[in-house]
């Protein structure tokens, strides 16, 4: 099932409160949290990246206005 779709759609079984029970709708749910925990962990590991490429810019620019003095 692709991420972000749920099972609950045109389900003939639905009911209100039938997600506690319902195991389609549990094991969506604990696939859909892992890829989500998936893509954080990415951006977390990109956002480092980007934050010493950061870094380093502004420290040769620092580095370069010292020698212009």
């Given at each position: 099932m692709p991420y972000g779709t749920f099972p609950c759609k045109n389900c003939g079984d639905r009911y209100v409160g039938c997600h506690s029970k319902c195991s389609k709708y549990i094991e969506?749910?604990?696939?859909?949290?892992?890829?989500?925990?998936?893509?954080?962990?990415?951006?977390?590991?990109d956002n480092d990246t980007l934050a010493t490429a950061y870094k380093r810019k502004i420290g040769n620019i620092k580095f370069k206005m010292k020698g212009i003095k």
């Open positions: 969506c749910q604990a696939e859909n949290e892992r890829v989500k925990k998936q893509v954080r962990k990415k951006k977390s590991v």
